[in-house]
């Protein structure tokens, strides 16, 4: 940046997209999750852990439910 010189906010606002979009990359079950938790309302926490052992009160835990009742 330079002092004076006008900013191309498209061109920032693309290279941050860019860039944004390569760190939250999701893979296939990620993807799953979202649109069973956003679509069915359903938080199918197998999908996030896959073989990876989590206590199964997860699924039970305040935010989870508090998000699945306001949407």
């Known amino acids: 940046m330079e ?7 498209d061109e920032i606002s693309k290279k941050v997209n860019e860039f944004v979009s390569r760190l939250l990359e999701l ?9 069973s938790f956003y679509e069915q309302k359903n938080a199918d926490l197998d999908l996030l852990f896959e073989e ?3 206590n199964p009160e997860l699924k039970e835990h305040p935010m989870i439910e ?6």
Do not use: A, C, S, V
């Open 52 to 54: 990876m052992r989590y």
């Open 3 to 9: 002092k004076g010189k006008r900013m191309d906010m």
């Open 27 to 35: 893979n296939e079950n990620e993807q799953k999750f979202i649109e």
């Open 66 to 71: 508090w998000r699945l009742k306001k949407m």
